[in-house]
């Protein structure tokens, strides 16, 4: 439903005040409160443009001429008295800055928020915590719409017909919808159940416990590097078979596959997808080399698992691993929140010395208010409204996760880590047919990682409270965290 706005003005050079309707939506009355943002209408055969009166919001009218600029009042009670206006000299001008249906609001356009900016990236938590308050439902450049709010996001997992997570590039199960994830789900699922994390639990222990060693060597230590991207990262190649040391090459493709998503560079996506096959490839040989004498092991097992009957291709397997390694890297976001959240907090830490079964509880508690995924997405299959925004068919939709968990509005004392809370509502691993297939296998080594660190000090603290130095998105953990053990 559009709102009428009455309005009246005057058009720069011309004697009589202009008077008309403007057609409005609510994304018009959201922008009037963003600021910042401009929007084009049609009166009569005039196309026109507003932009509320600061600077920022005419830069964002790109291309169009300062020179017709035009002066309007609005007069709904709820819209400031003044605004400038832009009077578009040609159709032609506006045309391409039309959406499909060419109607008189354009979604493309307007710009709630830069993901990008340093302000945001600098303490993501803050920004995303704002931006829910703010202005949930919001667009961007970058990322299209980003949903901030639980509920919206909640009702987007609870739909997948409407949002789908089908990918451009082949991603195995998650960018695959109905029907066609299902059998992928199923199939996959039996390599990450309970049994395989029972007989998996044991090398689990013994990576952690290898690892100490190094950490203990001086009475401070840069802990990601040291203990928790090796450990995290050793467990996916004990996991999958491969040799352990192939766990320095995966780092070095995690992070700068994390740098190409920030910086949207497509030829670095690409190059990192080619290296990462040719480190799944590299063992997939080994393995068919092997002939019936084939190793029994995880990576086996992809290769002679079927899906429909039909086994598992060579790309089908470098997707599958290279979801798992994705994963990893929040793994190792993961130990470390909740490390420095123990270093901050020394009567939890305390606490959970004495009673090592309140760790799990507190893993999901504390990832909940500092969660080490940004996001995901999603794209609209029909145009939808979401807390009144108007959001056309093929739009990217960015679920923040990290902002959803924060929801005031779901959550007593959102930012307060409550070990007695009901975890139902916590998006840390997602909601619905997409809920993380890494559940089992993330909590395990979670928890391994920090009953180790834990069995092997008596205290650990940081050496100064701004030590940790945070990554960014699309990731939320830590780049250094330097800690005193004792
Ligand atoms: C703390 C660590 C982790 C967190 C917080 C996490 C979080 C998530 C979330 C929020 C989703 C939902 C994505 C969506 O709805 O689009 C997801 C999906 C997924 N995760 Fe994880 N994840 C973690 C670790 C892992 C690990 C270790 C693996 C692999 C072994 C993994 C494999 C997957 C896969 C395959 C999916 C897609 C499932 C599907 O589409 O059906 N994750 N994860």
């Known amino acids: 439903m559009r709102d009428l706005i009455h309005f009246e003005g005057f058009v720069r050079g011309a004697q009589k005040p202009a008077t008309g309707i403007v057609a409005a939506d609510s994304v018009f009355r959201h922008e009037i409160a963003r600021q910042r943002s401009v929007h084009f209408f049609t009166i009569g055969d005039r196309r026109l443009a507003y932009v509320l009166s600061d600077e920022t919001g005419i830069m964002a009218a790109k291309g169009i001429e300062e020179r017709s600029l035009v002066l309007f009042r609005l007069r709904p009670k709820h819209l400031p008295n003044r605004v400038r206006m832009l009077l578009l000299p040609s159709l032609e001008q506006v045309a391409p800055l039309y959406t499909a249906k060419g109607e008189t609001l354009s979604d493309r356009q307007h710009s709630d928020w830069d993901p990008r900016d340093d302000a945001v990236l600098s303490d993501q938590r803050r920004a995303y915590d704002e931006m829910r308050d703010r202005c949930p439902v919001a667009r961007s450049d970058f990322l299209d719409w980003s949903l901030f709010n639980h509920k919206h996001i909640k009702d987007v997992l609870a739909d997948p017909k409407a949002y789908s997570s089908a990918s451009r590039h082949r991603a195995i199960p998650n960018g695959m919808d109905e029907p066609e994830h299902t059998p992928y789900r199923l199939v996959l699922d039996q390599f990450l159940d309970v049994k395989a994390m029972t007989v998996f639990e044991p090398h689990c222990r013994r990576i952690a416990a ?258 940790p130095k945070r990554d960014i998105y699309p990731s939320n953990g830590l780049a250094e965290m330097t800690l005193r053990l004792s």
């Open 210 to 467: 290898d690892s100490v060693p190094s950490i203990r060597a001086s009475d401070t230590v840069e802990i990601v590097s040291a203990f928790i991207e090796p450990f995290s990262l050793k467990s996916l190649c004990a996991f999958i078979g491969w040799p352990l040391d192939t766990w320095d090459h995966l780092r070095g493709w995690l992070h700068g596959n994390q740098q190409a998503a920030l910086s949207s560079d497509r030829a670095a996506g690409m190059s990192l997808a080619a290296e990462y096959a040719g480190f799944v490839m590299k063992e997939i040989d080994v393995r068919r080399n092997e002939g019936v004498d084939m190793r029994n092991d995880l990576t086996s097992g992809l290769m002679t698992a079927e899906v429909n009957k039909t086994r598992l291709s060579d790309d089908d397997i470098v997707s599958i691993l290279r979801n798992w390694t994705a994963g990893h890297g929040t793994v190792a976001a993961g130990i470390g929140l909740v490390i420095l959240f123990l270093a901050e907090h020394e009567e939890l830490q305390q606490q959970i010395r004495n009673d090592p079964a309140m760790l799990p509880a507190a893993i999901d508690e504390i990832l909940r208010v500092d969660g080490p995924l940004v996001a995901n997405r999603r794209t609209a299959t029909r145009d939808v409204q979401i807390g009144g925004q108007e959001i056309a068919a093929g739009s990217k939709i960015t679920l923040m996760w990290i902002a959803a968990n924060r929801d005031e509005e779901t959550f007593d004392a959102a930012y307060e880590v409550q070990l007695d809370r009901d975890p139902a509502e916590n998006l840390l691993f997602g909601w619905g047919i997409h809920v993380c297939q890494g559940i089992r296998l993330a909590r395990l080594e979670m928890r391994v990682a920090i009953e180790a660190l834990l069995a092997q000090t008596t205290r650990f603290q940081l050496v100064a409270v701004d030590s």
